[in-house]
């Protein structure tokens, strides 16, 4: 059995790792409040908490630990990599990363998933090296992404495949004696990580596909979308495209960015292109 440490925030791959075999899972430094925090003190697994700006305790908690193989998985900060390849020369160190790829390396990939329309979601279980997010692929899991996808369930889906992704990783590794380099990331590559504009829109000057696409992508409670309308600014979390023909009837002579119905705790509003958006709030 080879010794694993995990570190970061999400569980999503704790039960595979804690099943499995071949793997002794020694412990556990985790985001002070995160679901792997949880999760590993359910389990009575030896935990070390961090705060989320801690850095430099988090990294003293690994460089303290003894083990053979790290994985990390949703850290917020790039690790000293090269330094504890020195330091030790025959660890592995991994990274769970909730996207295909090289598409959409950075901080947060499912927002831009859904932000630029992108065809599958997945989650890949790479080497890490000096950058983020390149290193050569251990194993992957993708799937299409359909429209009835909103972020939430993204989020939901994510921890399934961070899972799937981690039985094909440590397969792979039993089966190779963990003697492997990984495969080299192919394709083309994007990055994205949330910026305050990529969250805010002018339903005036917005068509309806791209405030639709936009709203969606930050369609969770701890973030939402501001759609700024000719008389006020409203925080959107899901927005749907109407198409009855009397409302369209009714409001014709409507300007964009106007208000045109307020239904429960929405607004249906008239977008650039003329189209009618329903914008949950």
């Known amino acids: 059995m080879k010794r694993f440490l995990l570190n970061g925030q999400r569980e999503s791959v704790l039960d595979v790792l804690a099943a499995h075999p071949a793997v002794d899972l020694v412990g556990c430094v985790a985001i002070s409040g995160s679901h792997l925090e949880r999760a590993a003190l359910e389990r009575g697994l030896p935990t070390f908490v961090y705060g989320a700006r801690d850095k430099s305790a988090a990294l003293a908690a690994v460089e303290s630990l003894a083990f053979d193989i790290l994985v990390s998985i949703g850290c917020p900060w790039k690790l ?31 927002n831009g998933a859904l932000l630029f329309n992108e065809p599958f979601i997945g989650a890949s279980v790479h080497f890490m090296d000096e950058e983020f997010d390149t290193g050569a692929l251990l194993a992957q899991c993708c799937i299409e992404r359909t429209d009835d996808l909103d972020l939430p369930l993204l989020y939901a889906l994510s921890r399934l495949l961070e899972a799937k992704a981690m039985e094909a990783a440590l397969d792979a590794l039993v089966a190779n004696d963990l ?15 949330r910026r305050a504009e990529d969250m805010q829109c002018e339903a005036a000057s917005t068509s309806s596909d791209e405030l639709i696409r936009r709203v969606r992508a930050f369609g969770i409670s701890s973030q939402g979308c501001t759609v700024f309308l000719a008389d006020r600014a409203i925080v959107a979390f899901d927005a749907q495209r109407i198409t009855n023909p009397f409302l369209y009837e009714q409001f014709r002579e409507a300007k964009p960015g106007t208000i045109l119905l307020t239904c429960d705790r929405g607004y249906f509003v008239r977008t650039s292109d003329g189209a009618i958006v329903y914008l949950k709030c």
Do not use: E, F
């Open 179 to 193: 003697i492997m380099t990984g495969t080299p990331q192919q394709g083309k590559s994007s990055y994205y990580t």
């Open 80 to 110: 000293p990599v090269i330094r504890w390849h020195q330091n030790w020369p025959d660890a592995l160190m991994l990274n769970v990363h909730p996207s295909c790829l090289p598409r959409l390396r950075g901080a947060h990939p499912l």
